[in-house]
């Protein structure tokens, strides 16, 4: 564990306190100023003066900075990533607020101003992450120009992998890696010298078809010498990640699992996803009355494009989007013949249809498209409707996009293996890079999903995507 990271760990906890402090303070500010009291006039003055305040503003802070610790915010990393951070500042928060009522409510006692709470509460959200964004950057800032904290790394291995591990070391400073050499096999003697000269913080061996000895050796010699050893893990090391252990009779066994979307894990999923679409439809129900209208004054045809697309376990549902092509051009799950034809010579012409390299197809300026259905096709407007799909049950608002059925005939096996999770409105793939990655590394994202799902992860993927969508790129 390097230094670097001890301290800035370290200095969040006393800087998270004085972000605590401050938001109580600004929250009695706010309450107590001229604009906020003639409408609401204070009346905690007598039973809670400033001095005694201060002194409560102390203490909820220090309790607030173990509710921090609980959630993992102290938790020490090389880097840390903001949208991790602000999801689980939120829950800090709010689960310490939560507390915090819960005791006035039983008690009676403290203060009894409601505005005071929630101000702290949305306060303290507020500093607390522009005091961590500011200490992620300069961590940023300081590996870059001055590579503090930077460790010194040697990866053993120049396949294809190698040469992608290489390239990200090089491209992003700011992951907080220096690359000290790339050797083509774990040479023990080559080693030794470069741990005196520069010296070897870490070693990443990407490549495992090596000899058990060798391997040995060279884990040994890490261990010896403090050195942070990493491995690439082969299929069955992957494999094994979602897995549980049995016995039958006096054998054990190892069930190897599809996803973690099993058990209370597919329940957790399909009530956020419930509670998600709901709200969303609600609130943005405005939005798709005033995306129809335009559809139906811009071209006639129907509102709704309704079409046949593959899901989980490869079972067909009916998948809607707001229609963006011409209606005499589009028909069901198969369109009309002269839709198709337009279609198929779309797909061959090499310039025009920018996934040729893969069984789908994505056609550069499509002349089936209707003028709304640029507008709405370029800000993903015409996905809206999915959310009915996703309250139906057959998509997720997180996961792989669903493909036509005749795409999906064209799968090889490795692509066939997402059918193991619902499809969804937006996914890891989509916030990657969307059209721009190929098909091949489109699938790799999926399955990575699936595989490593999380509740966080899908809570990231959401937060990331109207940035995606509106500026074209990942934040």
């Not at 607020?97 to 009894?112: A, M, N, T």
């Not at 290489?166 to 000290?180: A, T």
């Not at 000269?197 to 890490?222: H, S």
Request: glycine letters at 6%; aromatic letters at 14%; one cysteine or more.
């Amino acid at each position: 564990m390097k230094k670097a990271e001890l301290f800035f760990t370290t200095i969040l906890v006393p800087l998270d306190f004085l972000m605590l402090v401050l938001a109580g303070l600004v929250a009695y500010f706010v309450r107590t100023h001229s604009l906020i009291a003639q409408y609401r006039p204070v009346l905690f003055y007598l039973n809670l003066p400033f001095n005694k305040y201060l002194g409560l503003v102390i203490g909820v802070s220090l309790y607030f900075l173990i509710v921090f610790a609980l959630v993992g915010l102290y938790k020490i990393k090389a880097r840390r990533m903001i949208l991790d951070d602000f999801l689980k500042i939120i829950i800090g928060v709010s689960a310490g607020i939560f507390i915090l009522v819960l005791y006035i409510f039983i008690k009676r006692e403290l203060f009894d101003s409601r505005f005071i709470v929630l101000a702290g509460w949305f306060f303290a959200i507020i500093f607390i992450l522009i005091e961590r964004f500011f200490i992620i950057n300069l961590q940023k800032i300081l590996m870059k120009k001055y590579h503090f904290g930077v460790s010194r790394v040697l990866v053993i291995g120049k396949d294809d992998i190698g040469i992608k591990i290489i390239r990200n070391i090089k491209e992003e400073p700011s992951l907080g890696y220096f690359l000290v050499e790339n050797m083509a096999y774990p040479d023990l003697e080559r080693i030794k010298e470069k741990i005196k000269n520069p010296g070897v913080d870490e070693i990443i061996l990407v490549n495992l078809d090596w000899q058990k000895e060798d391997i040995l050796k060279l884990t040994n010699f890490c261990e010896e010498n403090h050195i942070t050893f990493k491995f690439v893990p082969n299929i069955f090391q992957t494999l094994t990640v979602n897995s549980s252990a049995i016995t039958l009779g006096e054998i054990p066994l190892i069930e190897i699992k599809r996803t973690v979307l099993d058990g209370w894990g597919r329940i957790i999923k399909r009530i956020f996803d419930i509670l998600f679409s709901l709200i969303f439809i609600i609130i943005f129900s405005p939005l798709y009355i005033i995306i129809a209208l335009l559809i139906k004054i811009d071209s006639p045809g129907p509102v709704i494009y309704k079409d046949y697309r593959y899901g989980y376990k490869r079972r067909k549902f009916k998948f809607y989007k707001f229609r963006s092509i011409k209606a005499d051009l589009c028909d069901g799950e198969f369109g009309t013949d002269e839709g198709n034809k337009i279609l198929k010579e779309l797909e061959k012409d090499q310039e025009k249809n920018i996934r040729n390299d893969s069984p789908l197809h994505k056609i550069k300026d499509d002349p089936r498209v209707t003028r709304i259905g640029k507008f709405i096709r370029k800000y993903s407007l015409d996905e809206l409707p999915q959310f009915f799909n996703v309250l139906k049950g057959d998509m997720s608002v997180v996961g792989y996009r669903p493909h036509m059925s005749y795409e999906v005939e064209k799968y090889n096996f490795e692509q066939k293996k997402m059918f193991c999770s619902k499809p969804g409105i937006t996914g890891l793939a989509q916030i990657s890079g969307r059209s721009d990655i190929s098909f091949d590394e489109e699938v790799k994202l999926d399955l990575f999903y699936i595989e490593n799902w999380s509740l966080k992860l899908d809570l990231i993927i959401l937060l990331k995507t109207p940035f995606v969508i509106l500026f074209k790129k990942p934040k």
